[in-house]
């Protein structure tokens, strides 16, 4: 695959799936810093934003990049946050942030330095509750980490957010996400990945040259086994695609892997890496171009290509329906092979990395399920999926219903 590279000094294009994955990212960090500033008691919250791949900072058309975002929503996310504060009878918060810009091209950040200088002397005028310091790299990022994690280690900052928006696929280790989710307290990472330039350029049945290709995935002879066996080419590239979020999602206790499609080019994944349960419904509301290959249920990517047929999950009201159908199936499956009750805790665990279902879909799949019910601490039953808590417990029902999946086959 020929290298992408945009023209900074005379204006880059904006596509279409880069738009999408911006109104995602400006969303999240938006209510990523509205939950993390929430607390009463707190007046101060210290984050790091990392981008990786800043780019020149706005496009031909005049939209944001991902470094202009991230400063417009500071601003206004400090604002709000102060104005539910003096609401609340809070006293305001001051957000610290410290913005490390990164890209390899030399125009791109020549542009960058343009573009945010006069951003920075705004926000110092007119934004009295936010200390901003920015420093800006002209890297390629894995050369770039090994200092920049030593750096935000040691001026202790717990909170970091990485937007890690690579143009292929070979730009990011999967040992360096790993390392970002172990080293810091409260890591955040968006990833994007050409999965389909990835899986397309793989050569079925030549094992050096697969290894060779997805070497950065950190991936195991074992791990290429799955690859091997007689399938069809559609079969094996599901099967490759499985194969690469496999080893994403030993990343990260929370990993949501979104495809972003481009008509008029290759589709992408725009992962998310956590350490706590969050992203999901924000990602939902940003529905459009999305979809998941695989399931709608439960185990979303863990279908066997060799005997199921994945079908494209997408975030509209069809696909929710469906991924509504499969869920009161696949819940009490789940809750019966772990015995016969389960913490909700617990269960949202164990099923984040497993589906791209809406939370509201996964709280009407317990409370509207015939064979589960929802109690609370004192032993109450949840009659409404709104008011489902993280420290009620789901159990199975003694009496199963007369439509039950897991009512034993009556034989003939």
């Known amino acids: 695959m020929t290298r992408k590279t945009l023209d900074w000094c005379g204006g880059a294009e904006l596509e279409d799936h880069s738009r999408r994955k911006h109104a995602i990212l400006r969303q999240y960090y938006y209510d990523y810093l509205m939950v993390r500033c929430q607390l009463p008691q707190r007046s101060r919250f210290r984050h790091a934003v990392i981008d990786g791949f800043a780019g020149g900072g706005r496009y031909r058309c005049g939209s944001a990049g991902s470094p202009v975002i991230f400063l417009e929503e500071l601003t206004r996310a400090v604002e709000a946050v102060n104005l539910r504060r003096g609401e609340q009878k809070a006293g305001p918060i001051e957000i610290e942030c410290l913005l490390v810009l990164n890209d390899t091209s030399r125009d791109a950040i020549d542009r960058l330095k343009e573009t945010i200088t006069p951003l920075q002397a705004a926000i110092k005028q007119t934004a009295p509750a936010v200390r901003l310091s920015v420093e800006i790299f002209n890297q390629p990022f894995e050369t770039l ?37 172990g080293r810091f307290v409260a890591p955040e990472v968006f990833h994007t990945l050409g999965i389909q330039s990835l899986v397309s350029f793989l050569r079925k049945g030549d094992r050096g040259a697969l290894k060779e290709r997805l070497k950065h995935l950190g991936l195991s002879e074992t791990d290429l086994d799955a690859l091997d066996g007689p399938m069809n080419r559609q079969a094996w590239l599901g099967a490759a695609e499985k194969l690469v979020f496999d080893a994403f999602e030993r990343c990260a206790p929370f990993v949501s892997p979104f495809s972003i499609h481009n008509p008029n080019g290759w589709r992408y994944w725009l992962i998310h890496f956590a350490k706590a349960y969050r992203a999901r419904d924000i990602l939902h509301q940003n529905s459009t171009m999305q979809a998941h290959y695989g399931r709608s249920g439960l185990e979303m990517l863990s279908y066997n290509p060799a005997v199921e047929t994945g079908t494209l999950y997408l975030f509209d009201a069809a696909g929710r329906a469906l991924a509504k159908n499969q869920l009161m199936e696949d819940i009490p499956r789940m809750i019966r092979d772990t015995g016969d009750a389960m913490p909700v805790a617990e269960f949202y665990e164990g099923i984040y990395n497993a589906t791209p279902a ?37 159990r199975l029902k003694q009496q199963r219903s007369f439509f039950s999946i897991l009512r034993p086959k009556q034989e003939n």
């Open 145 to 181: 980490y090994p200092k920049l994690g030593e750096m935000l280690h040691q001026r202790r900052f717990r909170s970091v957010l990485f937007n890690l928006d690579q143009y292929g696929d070979i730009d990011v280790n999967q040992r360096t996400i790993s390392d970002i989710m």
């Open 358 to 394: 809406h939370s509201d879909d996964i709280h009407a799949g317990l409370i509207d399920n015939p064979d589960l019910d929802v109690v609370t601490q004192t032993g109450g039953q949840r009659r409404k999926a709104n008011t489902i808590k993280i420290d009620d417990t789901i």
